[in-house]
């Protein structure tokens, strides 16, 4: 019994000293091994008296069981401290900077546009394009600009040289589309156009010789100026925010009548008048009602169909929304410029 | 247009200050683009009248004046030494402000002698581009020690009007003080033109005749004899400068001025220089040469109108006068030309000859044919006020003033157009108001239309006035009832859809101009440009047949600025000639400089594969999977072993590769540059929707993993290993993935070695090793057979 009680004694001691995974293995075999003195008592437990086996095997068993738990205690600690070990070893400086992939990002004008084409097509309006070389008829005639109008001296033309063929230039409004739309469906017509235009502009911080607009055209029975002016707040509320207002003046375009030039409340200043729109408005765009000549000339009948239309720059909303002071910027692949951007607008 | 207001309000006397009459007139379509103010920096300046004037002691230029201003005598150093004793002169005092200076006058001491302020040439005051001597202010009725800028009116503002092509009556400041008159209630003041005449007959000294009536509905002119040709008054040069004119002298600034105010062009010629005193208005010959007023000699076709006397030609009618019949110091009897010009035939002229004058402004764009007798009665009294002489009675004339015409409107069609009830009776004040002769019968206005509207010619075009007139605030804001749902073209989508993968896969979208140069084209060799026609300058002379050239001066241009990593796309229209011509959107990208960014990033730059990859992920997202390389390609723009055709569908539809070294450096770019460019519609024709049943192929048994590794000589090419183990695997195969190129080590010299990880799985099963090391086996003997590759042991 003392052996007993001394070999537990010293296996609790070894199992605590040792200091790693290979010591304690060590331990183990030392304390309960074959051939440890605690397995010869275990052993010589047959040879002993009834009374003294029952008393003795009790005692083992229990030192047994004191010196198993020690020892996965123990083994479980040196575990435990040799995993933070490795752990502390492979910490990192966390204020490193974290790796990105990547960054991508969309042009102003294509975030803009997406912005200015959504509100239209949630109202119902359709995408519709053109192309950008374009002849007399579609840019000019068929819009109410005869040839010897005077609105031709309004904006310069850039042509394009194509032997043998008629007369063709860089479309100077995306209203060509509105043409091209009305010669290929009857009404109704709800159509935005975005698209390329070009002037022969010698370029500064606000003209370009390539700009681009958002054309919109609705054609259908009993579409009235209210209309007009009912789209084109929606358009600014859902643009430009809620507390939006519009306001239309007389103006003339050949191709509409009324026309009118079409401003919004200042979204910077909230229309008190501050540096950006100076009165309070910010003019944003062009619109009217079709011209009867011009659906007439696309094959309708004006007297049963009216309609409106309106044109405005995108790059100039994407100018004044992201507060970029000259359009060259937009037109320049500055990467400086672009990685403001992202793929939202 | 410049408008003077005081000019405005002795027609339209209204009370209004500048910015409300201007906001006012802004609601009513006048177009005003600003309120200017050219004396806003006079202050101060007073008449003096000039006492002695006597060499400055220490300069030739240099004069002293001593000035008298009613308060005492004051010396000031003039540059100039044309007054003289008695005359009055503008004295800029010691704290006066001029216009042409930035600060307030002070002392100063020139040359050793004080200054005191000084005397100033109309230039200096904006009253006339003139800066060659004192302005002399004796015929103004001034009294010195008076204040200059209140007695001559020059606290005025001006209305900048941007005149639409539709209303060409606000090319007058009687037209202005029209709208203004109707706008703001007070009575328009007619222009009071009835000139005194003598007895004699202007139609007894000269004549008329109209070869053109057609060109020239009406002429007529008046004559105004013993004239003494000298300067304005200093009024009227500066209500002329403030309009935007420049005085020339007081026969031309008459005409000018009552042009002006009447909106009708008139011209002055010299009445002793018109042979046989008789003006006719004919077309020209072919190939007729004139002199014109600005010493031009211009050719003219059968399609010009021109004035001529009894033997040639002396103006382009409506356009400029030419040099033989000139008003000249010397002139002492004028014949005033007052005349009805028809619009398309002075547009056609003056755009031909690139020559658009005051009066070809206003003929270009329509002026009133009922003017014409006022026009020509204004200038005549102007000119008799101005420089002496008298009008004879009458004027030699021909043609007539053309009868008016009538239009009508529906007040239920205005209603309808424009949202609101208009009714009969609002339509009526409208015409009322506008000052329109109007008849109403059953449902309909019919409204007489004035000359000078010449932009109202149907029922629209009075339902415009409508709108105006009563305010566009007047509208409802009301949604069409829309019936369709919004959308777009398929084409529009995938667009934005190309735009979207690129921009996920790290690049930035730029957007560029759509023209090149003849450089550019050269550096691609395209010969297929669209030549722009009238471009303003070389950089612009074609339309761009490719959107890589844009884009590799872009990254040019963001090296220059010192930006290392350059990785940009466009999506964009490309032009080509040919019969029809072609109109095609492209998608290019570029990459350039540093691969990955960052403490950690791997030190390597862009190269072609790198654009392979974002090609490759393109395909991918649009669902494109025909596509593969095509030929290397030769032309100049690429390097030569990096670059190659993309095909998509087997054909041709863009290119990959590498910029040539020597392009690279021609423009500035250090540095491997890789691009492509492809075809948006060859891809959006080959984009398959991802399939429906995209969750049916989902594997449910776990793959079996081999890494195989081959030695090959440096010939042979991965993409054709690759294919040929692909074939070979067959269907078990489900990925196989190249995931190492090694040279060097064991591995023999010109030899390289392709290590590929090999996933194979069946939809049905579990495979087992037999299965799979069958395959390999049969993979093995392929490629050694093949390529004579040798399987790298471990």
Redesign the interface.
């Known amino acids: 019994m003392r052996a007993l009680e001394a070999e537990l004694e010293r296996g609790l001691g070894l199992f605590a000293d040792a200091q790693d995974a290979g010591a304690l293995d060590e331990a183990q075999t030392a304390i309960m091994g074959r051939k440890s003195p605690f397995s010869q008592i275990q052993k010589s437990l047959g040879s002993m008296s009834e009374a003294d086996r029952r008393e003795v095997g009790r005692a083992a068993n229990e030192a047994r069981t004191s010196l198993q738990e020690a020892l996965e205690g123990r083994r479980q600690r040196l575990q435990e401290a040799a995993e933070g070990q490795l752990l502390e070893a492979d910490s990192i400086d966390l204020t490193?900077?974290g790796?990105?992939?990547?960054?991508?990002?969309?042009?102003p004008?294509?975030l803009v546009e997406?912005e200015m084409?959504g509100v239209?097509?949630?109202?119902?309006?359709?995408?519709?394009?053109g192309?950008?070389?374009e002849d007399d008829w579609h840019n000019f005639q068929a819009l109410n600009i005869p040839v010897?109008?005077?609105?031709r001296?309004?904006k310069d033309s850039?042509?394009?040289?194509?032997e043998?063929?008629p007369e063709l230039l860089?479309r100077t409004e995306t209203s060509a589309v509105q043409i091209r739309t009305m010669q290929s469906q009857q009404p109704?017509v709800?159509v935005v156009a975005p698209g390329?235009v070009?002037r022969?502009?010698?370029a500064d911080a606000t003209h370009?010789?390539?700009f681009h607009q958002l054309e919109g055209l609705?054609v259908?029975e009993?579409?009235?100026?209210?209309?007009l002016?009912?789209?084109l707040?929606?358009f600014a509320k859902a643009l430009f925010g809620p507390d939006q207002r519009?306001?239309?003046?007389?103006?003339?375009f050949?191709f509409v009548?009324?026309?009118?030039q079409v401003e919004v409340s200042c979204f910077k200043c909230g229309g008190v008048g501050c540096r950006t729109c100076g009165n309070g408005w910010i003019e944003i765009l062009g619109a009217g009602?079709v011209?009867?000549q011009v659906l007439e000339n696309c094959g309708y009948d004006s007297e049963r169909y009216?309609g409106f239309a309106f044109g405005m720059g995108i790059d100039r909303v994407a100018l004044l929304r992201y507060g970029i002071p000259d359009i060259r910027m937009?037109?320049?692949?500055?990467?400086?410029v672009?990685?403001r951007?992202g793929?939202f607008a | 247009m410049k408008v003077v207001l005081s000019w405005l309000r002795e027609f339209a006397p209204t009370e209004l200050g500048a910015d409300d009459l201007a906001e006012l007139l802004v609601r009513r379509g006048v177009h005003i683009e600003g309120i200017l103010r050219p004396w806003a920096d006079l202050d101060g300046v007073v008449v003096a009248r000039v006492v002695e004037v006597t060499d400055h002691p220490n300069s030739e230029k240099l004069c002293i004046a001593l000035v008298d201003d009613g308060a005492g005598e004051h010396q000031v150093v003039a540059g100039i030494r044309n007054m003289s004793p008695g005359d009055l002169v503008p004295w800029a005092r010691p704290g006066s402000r001029v216009p042409g200076l930035p600060d307030p006058l002070g002392a100063r001491e020139l040359r050793g002698v004080v200054s005191n302020g000084m005397l100033c040439s109309a230039r200096e005051l904006a009253i006339a581009d003139l800066h060659t001597g004192i302005l002399i202010l004796n015929d103004e009725g001034l009294q010195a020690g008076s204040d200059l800028k209140s007695e001559l009116d020059l606290d005025d503002a001006v209305l900048d009007i941007e005149v639409e092509p539709n209303r060409p009556d606000f090319l007058s400041v009687y037209g202005v003080a029209r709208e203004a008159a109707a706008a703001t209630g007070v009575g328009l003041i007619p222009i009071d033109a009835a000139p005194d005449e003598v007895a004699e007959l202007a139609a007894s000294v000269a004549s008329v005749e109209i070869e053109d009536l057609d060109g020239c509905p009406r002429y007529l002119a008046r004559i105004i004899k013993g004239v003494r040709v000298g300067p304005s008054p200093i009024r009227v040069q500066a209500r002329l400068t403030a309009s935007g004119m420049r005085p020339v002298s007081n026969v031309v600034d008459a005409t000018n001025y009552a042009m002006l105010e009447t909106g009708q062009p008139l011209h002055a010629f010299d009445l002793f220089l018109v042979k046989g005193a008789g003006i006719i208005v004919r077309r020209a010959a072919e190939g007729e040469r004139l002199v014109t007023l600005d010493d031009v000699e211009r050719e003219l076709t059968t399609e010009d109108l021109m004035i001529a006397d009894g033997g040639r030609s002396v103006a382009i009618a409506g356009v400029m006068g030419g040099d033989f019949a000139e008003v000249s110091d010397a002139t002492q009897d004028i014949l005033l030309e007052s005349a009805h010009f028809t619009r398309t035939g002075v547009l056609r002229t003056a755009r031909r000859l690139g020559l658009h004058t005051e009066a070809s402004v206003r003929f270009e764009r329509g002026t009133d044919p009922e003017g014409v007798a006022t026009g020509a009665d204004r200038g005549a009294s102007l000119i008799a006020k101005w420089c002496g002489g008298t009008i004879l009675a009458g004027a030699a004339e021909a043609g007539a003033v053309p009868a008016r015409t009538w239009v009508s409107m529906r007040p239920v069609k205005a209603s309808a157009l424009l949202g609101y009830e208009v009714g009969a009776k609002g339509a009526e004040q409208v015409f009322a108001q506008l000052g329109f002769g109007q008849r109403s019968a059953e449902d309909l206005i019919e409204v007489e239309v004035p000359g000078y509207r010449v932009d109202i010619e149907r029922e629209v075009d009075l339902i415009e006035e409508v709108a105006r007139v009563q305010g566009y605030d007047k509208l409802d804001s009301e949604l069409p009832p829309v019936r369709q749902a919004g959308g777009e073209p398929a084409a529009y989508a995938f667009g934005h859809k190309v735009r979207d993968v690129l921009a996920g896969a790290g690049l930035r979208e730029a957007v560029l101009l759509s023209f090149a140069s003849s450089g550019d084209l050269a550096l691609t060799g395209d010969d297929d440009a669209i030549e722009i026609a009238n471009p303003l300058n070389a950089e612009e002379g074609y339309l761009r047949t490719r959107l890589i050239t844009g884009l590799l001066h872009g990254v040019a241009r963001n090296q220059a600025k010192g930006v290392g990593s350059v990785a940009l796309f466009e999506v964009g229209t490309v032009h080509r000639a040919g019969d029809p011509f072609e109109e095609s959107r492209k998608v290019a990208l570029v990459l350039c400089g540093p691969a990955e960014s960052g403490w950690s990033g791997a030190d390597r730059p862009f190269d072609v594969l790198d654009a392979k990859g974002v090609i490759a992920t393109l395909m991918q997202e649009l669902g494109v999977q025909d596509w593969g390389l095509g030929d290397r390609l030769q032309t100049p723009l690429f390097h030569p072993g990096r670059s190659c055709s993309l095909q998509v569908s087997g054909e041709d539809a863009g290119v990959l590769g590498e910029l040539h070294p020597r392009v690279a450096e021609a423009m500035d770019i250090t540095g491997r540059v890789a691009f492509a460019e492809i075809g948006l519609e060859e891809l959006r024709a080959a984009s398959v929707p991802p399939a429906s049943a995209v969750f049916a192929d989902v594997p449910r048994f776990p793959p079996v993993r081999r890494d195989l590794a081959f030695v090959v000589t440096e010939s042979v090419l991965a993409g054709a290993l690759t294919d040929a183990l692909t074939e070979e695997a067959g269907p078990l195969l489900s990925s196989c993935e190249l995931f190492d190129v090694f040279r060097g080590g064991s591995i023999p010299s010109g030899h390289k070695s392709l290590a590929f990880a090999l996933d194979f799985r069946s939809a049905h099963r579990t495979l087992t090793d037999e299965e799979v090391e069958e395959v390999l086996a049969r993979i093995v003997a392929r490629l050694a057979a093949g390529f004579g590759a040798e399987l790298r042991a471990g």
């Open positions: 490193l900077p790796r990105r992939a990547r960054r991508g990002s969309l042009h004008l294509t997406r084409v239209f097509q949630r109202m119902g309006f359709r995408v519709a394009e192309p950008e070389i010897d109008h005077p609105a001296t309004m850039l042509y394009v040289d194509i043998g063929g860089l109704p709800y390329r070009y022969r502009d010698t370009s010789a390539v609705a259908d009993g579409i009235t100026f209210s209309h002016k009912g789209v707040e929606a519009v306001r239309l003046s007389p103006s003339y050949p009548e009324p026309g009118a009602m011209h009867p009216t937009l037109f320049d692949a500055d990467v400086r672009l990685e951007f793929v």
